[in-house]
C-alpha cells in the first residue's frame, strides 16, 4: 500500500505551480531519505515535470515584460509625438501673433496719430474759446502727445 503525504505549508492546491520550490525540495528530500526504488523514479519525474512548468512560467513572464515593454514605449513615442505637435502649434500661434502685431501696430499708431491730430484741431478751437478752458485743455493736450511719445517708443523698441 502507497503512503501519502500531506504537507500544508502556505500554497494553495496547485503547490507545484505556487511553491515550485518546496515541492521540489519535498521530493528531493524523500528521494534522500531512503524511500522506496519504485517511488524514485516518479518523484524525479514529477520533480522533471515542475522543472519544465517553472521554465514555461518563466518564459510566459519574459514575454508578458517585453510586451508591457513594448506597449510602454509605444506610449511614450505617441506621447513624444503629440507633444511635437503640440509644440508646433504653440509656435505657429506665436509666430501668428507676431505677424499680427507687425501688421496692427503701424494702423493703431496710425489711428492714434488721426486721434491725436483731431483732438489738436479740437484744443486749437478750444483755445480760440479763450480763458480757463484755454489753460485746461494745453495741460491735457500737452500729456496726450507725452504718451503718444511714450507709446512711439514703446512701438519703435519692439518693431
Known sequence: MAATVVLV????????ASRPDLVAGLLAGLATRGVKDEYLPKAQAALTQIQAQLDELRVQAD?????????LQEAIAELRKRQAEAKRKLDDAQKAGADAWKTLAPQAEQAVDDLGDALSKLGDEIQAAGGAAQKGWKTFLDEWNRERSERKKILDSEA
Open 63 to 71: 514575454l508578458a515584460k517585453a510586451e508591457a515593454r513594448d506597449r
Open 9 to 16: 505549508h502556505g500554497a494553495w492546491h496547485g503547490a507545484w
